[in-house]
T-cell receptor, first 114, second 115 residues
Framework: QQPVQSPQAVILREGEDAVINCSSSKALYSVHWYRQKHGEAPVFLMILLKGGEQKGHEKISASFNEKKQQSSLYLTASQLSYSGTYFCGTERGQRGGSQGNLIFGKGTKLSVKP | SQTIHQWPATLVQPVGSPLSLECTVEGTSNPNLYWYRQAAGRGLQLLFYSVGIGQISSEVPQNLSASRPQDRQFILSSKKLLLSDSGFYLC??????????????FGNGTRLTVT
């Protein structure tokens, strides 16, 4: 089951905040977040492995609510370099029973304007 | 450090022609290897994954195939391309052990246009 991301697209001014959500109809064991700039390969941002876990790097952070089967990515004080498409990937199957193969959402296109 | 190489970067092929895309990983052993496809404006679709030499799992039925002749080499092939095979093909690797907590590392991709 493909996770559902929302919103599909968002336009920000530099310095504004954004939240991108990723939800699944199946139990989540881990959530990955990646950013892809136009014409380039996706780049890993972070993995969340436990329910309630939160991680952050500079002004980009994420949370994982295992009970709600969802994760959110928070972009604070956005910069022009944050522009791109953000994908969440969720682990399928039983923890440790799959190959760790990810199913990705359709992505959220983030555009940061000066 | 680990690196992943994927080639060619772009490819234009006529319908019905064969396809071979190659991916190699350096600096790691026994990686899990993956082929993803990204159609224009769409998400990442897993095509094949491999946990070892000669071990290939297919995620979607299609006219593509994959092979892993060496530990760090992954090849995507087709005998006859279809128009619907156009897209951005990405090779990726992750650590072979405990892969559920290992990030995917993507190659730079191959943009395939079937005409």
């Amino acid at each position: 089951q493909q996770p559902v991301q929302s919103p599909q697209a968002v336009i920000l001014r530099e310095g504004e905040d954004a939240v991108i959500n990723c939800s699944s109809s199946k139990a989540l064991y881990s959530v990955h977040w990646y950013r892809q700039k136009h014409g380039e390969a996706p780049v890993f941002l972070m993995i969340l492995l436990k329910g309630g876990e939160q991680k952050g790097h500079e002004k980009i952070s994420a949370s994982f609510n295992e009970k709600k089967q969802q994760s959110s990515l928070y972009l604070t004080a956005s910069q022009l370099s944050y522009s791109g498409t953000y994908f969440c990937g969720t682990e399928r199957g039983q923890r440790g029973g799959s190959q760790g193969n990810l199913i990705f959402g359709k992505g959220t296109k983030l555009s940061v304007k000066p | 450090s680990q690196t992943i190489h994927q080639w060619p970067a772009t490819l234009v092929q006529p319908v019905g022609s064969p396809l071979s895309l190659e991916c190699t990983v350096e600096g790691t052993s026994n990686p899990n290897l993956y082929w993803y496809r990204q159609a224009a404006g769409r998400g990442l679709q897993l095509l094949f994954y491999s946990v070892g030499i000669g071990q290939i799992s297919s995620e979607v039925p299609q006219n593509l195939s994959a092979s892993r002749p060496q530990d760090r080499q992954f090849i995507l092939s087709s005998k006859k391309l279809l128009l619907s095979d156009s897209g951005f093909y990405l090779c990726a690797w992750s650590e072979g052990q405990r892969s559920y907590n290992s990030p995917l590392h993507f190659g730079n991709g191959t943009r395939l246009t079937v005409t």
